[in-house]
């Protein structure tokens, strides 16, 4: 079992830039949440996927969107990029949206905004 | 959902037991509690999971009071490998982190 893999690892942008980072949740899994952790900072909610509909969101402007495809891989993307989008993205896939059951996370994809 | 408050940041050295507690005044009625280890760099990683009293599995034990407006996660004999930040979370759903407890092991 591969676990949660995200694409790419590292990525470097310029500011006004879009973005598309890729998640594939854990086998089993039907559900992807992303989340955005600054330096120093503790994981930001974006928002989370279930049978490829956008649940909940968190405080993020739309310039974040994001999609979940048939066999429960997720996309997310950015537009106009800006410095402040510098950040780890994280990708966590569980079994039960509305449950605290145990999730798994990625190892990020690291965002650098220049 | 419930704020949670756990200490910015602790120091221990190798073999001793650590304790991190956490407050949640207002937890629900449903509200599991959870806890999470990040390495630099790396994912959070569940290490426990629980809704009252005692929970032990290979790596923690988690305490819960009979109010459960805390909980308390129990690392025994640390090591310089247990040096992470550790996030309590309550609630269900997405998770929200909060700031998290910064874990320094030293020798």
């Known amino acids: 079992d591969a676990g949660v893999t995200q694409s790419p690892t590292h990525l470097i942008k310029t500011r006004g830039q879009q973005v598309t980072l890729r998640c594939s949740p854990k086998?089993?899994?039907?559900?992807v949440s992303w989340y955005q952790q600054a330096l120093g900072q503790g994981p930001q909610f974006i928002f989370q996927y279930y049978e490829e509909e956008e649940r909940q969101r968190g405080n993020f402007p739309d310039r974040f969107s994001g999609h979940q495809f048939p066999n429960y891989s997720s996309e997310l993307n950015v537009n106009a990029l800006l410095l402040g989008d510098s950040a780890l993205y994280l990708c966590a896939s569980s079994h039960d949206p509305d449950r605290a059951t145990e999730a798994f996370f990625g190892q990020g994809t690291r965002l650098t905004v220049v | 959902l419930a704020k949670t408050t756990q200490p910015i940041s602790m120091d221990s050295y190798e073999g001793q037991e650590v304790n991190i507690t956490c407050s949640h005044n207002n937890i629900a009625t449903n509200d599991y509690i959870t806890w999470y280890q990040q390495f630099p760099s790396q994912g959070p990683r569940f290490i426990i999971q629980g809704y009252k009293t005692k929970v032990t599995n290979e790596v923690a034990s988690l305490f819960i009071p009979a109010d459960r407006k805390s909980s308390t996660l129990s690392l025994p004999r640390v090591s310089l490998s247990d040096t992470a930040v550790y996030y309590c979370?309550?609630?269900?759903?997405?998770?929200?982190f909060g700031a998290g407890t910064r874990l320094t092991v030293k020798p």
């Open positions: 979370l309550v609630g269900e759903g997405p998770m929200r």
């Open positions: 086998s089993g899994h039907d559900t």
